[in-house]
Structures are given as structure tokens and as C-alpha cells.
């Protein structure tokens, strides 16, 4: 009886060390499966969205331009002649009207003398011929003693004449208004800002005479300050845009002006329109050729769509973004606009507002796709 106890415990011992090792790896199964859950749950993303809305975005174009003259102008010698006198020097501030330099060109009182003395003798032969046709026409009132051959010959010779009279009136005009060129006025107020004759120079027109003009005159006391608008900010400039502006000379002083001229037109190589600003300048401390950092606001006549700049998707083949419908991502194709402060502008017929949209869009979430959403 003994073996058959020895064997009974035996067997006892290792049925429950069986049943010991089928508890704990139940238990551990169930760890296992408990573990795989939460990592389950913890892979089941939750995209983040937020609702479209329609707003004024605010920015600004920052661009250089330059400062010009209002009016400027060279002046060249009308005549070919020789500087008697200068009466203004650079940095001048003439009137409108002021003489700036006499000339002298001895030959000019030749050709005017020469002048009046055939307008002289032009109108001594018409005198005569007037004359003649007068007394023929007297005369043939009388029937048979003048032919009208005779009366027609006087007067086409009168005719004649009267015109050979006229142009030497003109000549003589011609010649004594060549004489008034002599003397080179102000056309406008301004500042002389060039002087490239002295006393005694040999001067004419430009390329016979004068290589450069005798002076250079700039209106100061306003200036245009011109700037190039890229073609895709020229909708949100118009005639009654304020800009602000400042240059390196007075880097802590802002200046003002307002738009006053668009060209209508784009630069065939720039691609951009000019316009131009009225800038007034009356003390004079700006000066032409200064080149001024230009600030342009661009504020758009209706409201638009705004996005975070993380919503759009620019690839190399299209620009989108990712909207939510039943819960399944959707791409939108639309075109992008100004940006400003981590924002962008976004233009789409396809897009309402209050529609949901992913606020971090990627090319990794695939159209069509689930998605689990929160706002």
C-alpha cells in the first residue's frame, strides 16, 4: 500500500503545480491583451479642426521708391552763340520767369538787318503793283481801252507781290524771334542744380554746341515718389491710398503721402504697375534721387477667408486644404493669398463659412481618409 500513496502524492504535486501554471498564464494573457487595448486606444489619433471664418485680413507691402522733382528740366542754348552773362549758380532758387543767362551772337544782327531790308523792298514792289492794278481797273471802266487780259496780268502781279511781302514779314519775324533766344528764362520756380557753362562758352543745341545742358532746374518744393506695385497687389492700391514712407537721412522721422497716379498698365519686363506720390516738401529736406522705404497698406473692399498658414498644403501640384465632411477628410483646392501674423489668405468657390477644417494639414492625412476630430 505504501508504493501506491508515494505515487498518490506524486501525482497530487504535479497536478497542482499544472494548475498553477495555467492561472498564471492566463493572468499574464490577460496583462497582455489589456496592454495591446491601451496601446490601441493611444494609436487612434484625434485631429484637431476649427471653422472657416470670413475676415479683413490687415497687411502691408513693404517696397523701396524713389524720390523725383515735381518739374525738372535742362536748358540748352536755342542759338548757336557765346555766354555774356550768368545770373544764377547751383543751388540758385529762381522764379518762374527769371533771367538765368545772356548771350551774344553778333552774326544774328546781320541776318535781322538783312532781314527788314528785303521785307522793306518786298513791300515797296507791292506798293507799286497795287498801284498799277488800281489805275487799270480805273481805266477800263472806260469800254475799250483796257483789256481784261491786261487787268487780270496786274492783278496776279499784285497777288504775287502781297505774298512775297508776307513772307518776308515772316523772315524778318523769324530772325528777331532767334534774337530773343538769346537770353534763357526760368520756365518754372525751382533750384539750379546743374551749371555746366562759364563765361565766354561757345554754345548751341544740344550736340552742336553744348555737350551738356547750360543748366539743370528742379521744382523742390514737391516731389513725386514713385514706386512699382507687383501684379499681384495691384487690386488693393487705388487713388485714395495712404502710404507711409521714410529715408536713411532721417531714419526716426515718418512722412506721409497719398497715391495720385496709377500708370493702368504693367511693366512688360517688371511685371508691375508704377504709381506715384504727390510728397510736399516745402523745407526742402528731401531731395530728388533719395531712395525712401515705402510701407503700402492692402486692405481688400470685402472680407475673406483667413486660415492658420498650418491649414494650407502647397505641393508641387496643387494648393489645399483639408476639410472634414462626416467625419472623412476632403481636399479643397484654393488659391492662396496675402499672409500676415502666422495667417493666410485662402480664395475657393468650394468653401463656405463654418466649414471644418484640419488646423495642422499634411499630405499624410489622405483624402478620403477617417478622421477622429476635435475642436
Known amino acids: 500500500m505504501q508504493p501506491i500513496n508515494k505515487y498518490s502524492k506524486l501525482n497530487s504535486l504535479v497536478l497542482a503545480a499544472l494548475m498553477a501554471t495555467a492561472i498564471g498564464c492566463n493572468s499574464n494573457a490577460e496583462k497582455k491583451e489589456q496592454?495591446?487595448?491601451?496601446?490601441?486606444e493611444k494609436k487612434v489619433s484625434v485631429t484637431e479642426t476649427f471653422p472657416l471664418k470670413k475676415e479683413d485680413l490687415s497687411t502691408a507691402f513693404h517696397t523701396p521708391g524713389e524720390l523725383i522733382s515735381y518739374q525738372q528740366v535742362d536748358l540748352y542754348a536755342r542759338e548757336t552763340s557765346f555766354v555774356k552773362k550768368l545770373y544764377a549758380d547751383v543751388g540758385t532758387e529762381v522764379k518762374a520767369g527769371q533771367l538765368l543767362v545772356s548771350m551774344e551772337a553778333p552774326e544774328l544782327n546781320s541776318r535781322l538787318a538783312g532781314a527788314e531790308s528785303r521785307a522793306k523792298a518786298?513791300?515797296?514792289?507791292?506798293?507799286?503793283?497795287?498801284?498799277?492794278?488800281?489805275?487799270?481797273?480805273?481805266?477800263?471802266?472806260?469800254?475799250?481801252t483796257i483789256s481784261q487780259n491786261d487787268l487780270d496780268q496786274a492783278l496776279a502781279r499784285?497777288?504775287?507781290?502781297?505774298?512775297q511781302l508776307q513772307s518776308a514779314k515772316a523772315s524778318q519775324k523769324e530772325v528777331g524771334a532767334s534774337k530773343n533766344y538769346l537770353e534763357i528764362r526760368a520756365p518754372f520756380a525751382g533750384i539750379i542744380t546743374a551749371r555746366?557753362?562759364?563765361?565766354?562758352?561757345?554754345?548751341?543745341?544740344?550736340?552742336k554746341g553744348s555737350e551738356f545742358p547750360l543748366f539743370t532746374l528742379q521744382d523742390q518744393k514737391k516731389m513725386r515718389l514713385v514706386v512699382s506695385i507687383p501684379e499681384a497687389y495691384v487690386g488693393y492700391v487705388n487713388n485714395q491710398t495712404e502710404i507711409k514712407f521714410s529715408v536713411k537721412a532721417y531714419p526716426n522721422e515718418q512722412f506721409t503721402a497719398k497715391v495720385k497716379r496709377m500708370a493702368g498698365a504693367l511693366d512688360t519686363r517688371l511685371r508691375s504697375e508704377r504709381i506715384e506720390m504727390d510728397v510736399i516738401n516745402n523745407d526742402k529736406k528731401l531731395l530728388p534721387g533719395m531712395i525712401a522705404e515705402v510701407s503700402i497698406p492692402l486692405s481688400s473692399q470685402a472680407a475673406s477667408f483667413v486660415v492658420p498658414k498650418t491649414a494650407l498644403v502647397t505641393s508641387m501640384e496643387r494648393v489645399f486644404v483639408v476639410k472634414v465632411i462626416d467625419n472623412k477628410a476632403v481636399w479643397i483646392d484654393v488659391q492662396k493669398g496675402r499672409e500676415a501674423d502666422g495667417n493666410v489668405e485662402i480664395f475657393s468657390d468650394s468653401l463656405k463659412v463654418d466649414d471644418k477644417l484640419v488646423k495642422s494639414a499634411s499630405e499624410e492625412v489622405r483624402n478620403g481618409s477617417s478622421l477622429n476630430t476635435k475642436v
Open 158 to 163: 499784285m497777288d504775287a507781290d502781297y505774298a
Open 196 to 207: 555746366n557753362v562759364n563765361l565766354g562758352a561757345y554754345v548751341g543745341p544740344s550736340g
Open 122 to 144: 518786298q513791300e515797296a514792289a507791292y506798293i507799286a503793283s497795287k498801284a498799277n492794278y488800281n489805275r487799270l481797273l480805273e481805266t477800263s471802266k472806260t469800254p475799250g
Open 35 to 40: 496592454k495591446e487595448e491601451a496601446t490601441a
